[in-house]
């Protein structure tokens, strides 16, 4: 279990779209209890985090801890990649993956409760045409829907399930000429999913086998599901049993090129990005400093709830 000292805590008032003002007081709260010297700042831009991020690097902080949901663990990630400062997270978003991936828990006192009950682990980030990702991207549907998705008022699981339906029948299904692991070949795919842990959040597991530390991404082929077998699909998402789908083909690599027939939406980690019709994704190994719970220690959280 790890010592903290100095950390920052870098909360985002609008992921999740819940934001309580005594989260604030419990971070105070519980740092005092702890003897940690804490600062906390509140983001103000997009970036604003990856610039906080790097100046908690110049100070040589301890711990910089995100508190919000994937977009603003990607931004924290940024400012700390290949530095010796480790990146907590207190899950406060609509979807979390890498934090549900790591074993953090959802609730924000329990997450904060076990802040001295981690471990520091080296995880692999990818690049994806040079912008970082710690947890999925994607191109193609799931990247339309995040666009989309960015603009609604009604985040969450329930929001993100309304549109997904809404706009399942429109959007096409795109070709893909590919190169991974020494061969090339045509992929014609309703989504392809670069993964680095196993899910985009909610425990909807896209790539239920990966390993955040195995130094390999998992890249998910998904092809355009008939409506008769939606349901279905969907139940082995949540069950972690997507790689038996025949809809589906996982194969892991360390580097991939994608060159699609059209100018394609894309997501990194949620967050959408400006349509591109190519892709150089590359894993980059124990890149990333992070914080994940002990699994000895989380039988201790009692001791250390507010």
């Not at 953090?104 to 997450?111: G, L, N, Q, R, T």
């Amino acid at each position: 279990m790890v010592k903290l000292k100095t950390a920052l805590f870098m909360v985002n008032k609008f992921s999740g779209g819940d934001y309580r003002p005594d989260v604030e007081g419990l971070i105070i709260e519980q740092c005092k209890k702890l003897n940690i010297e804490s600062t906390i700042e509140f983001t103000q831009s997009p970036g604003h985090a990856t610039e906080l991020a790097k100046s908690a690097v110049k100070q040589k902080l301890d711990f910089v801890f995100a508190v919000g949901g994937d977009g603003t663990v990607n931004e924290v990630a940024q400012g700390l990649l290949g530095s010796q400062v480790a990146m907590g997270i207190l899950p406060k978003g609509s979807g979390n993956g890498l934090a549900r991936h790591l074993g953090i828990p959802m609730s924000f006192k329990e997450s904060l409760a076990i802040i001295p009950l981690h471990r520091e682990q080296m995880i692999d980030t990818l690049a994806v045409n040079g912008k970082l990702s710690v947890n999925v991207s994607g191109i193609g549907f799931d990247g339309h829907v995040a666009g989309l998705f960015a603009n609604k008022a009604n985040r969450g699981l329930i929001g993100y399930a309304k549109l997904v339906l809404k706009e399942f029948l429109s959007f096409q299904s795109f070709e893909a000429e590919v190169a991974m692991n020494g061969n090339s070949f045509q992929s014609t795919s309703f989504i392809i999913a670069l993964a680095n842990s196993s899910q985009f959040g909610n425990n909807a597991r896209v790539a239920p086998k990966a390993s955040v530390c195995d130094a390999l991404m998992d890249v998910c082929f998904i092809k355009k599901v008939p409506m008769w077998h939606a349901a279905g699909f969907a139940g082995k998402m949540f069950t972690g049993n997507l790689g038996h789908s025949r809809f589906v083909e996982i194969i892991k690599t360390k580097k991939i090129t994608i060159d699609l027939n059209r100018s394609m939406a894309y997501h990194i980690d949620g967050e959408a990005m400006a349509a591109a019709d190519k892709f150089i994704v590359e894993l980059k190994p124990a890149s990333l400093k992070v914080l994940i719970p002990s699994q000895a220690g989380l039988s201790l959280k009692e001791k250390y709830l507010i």
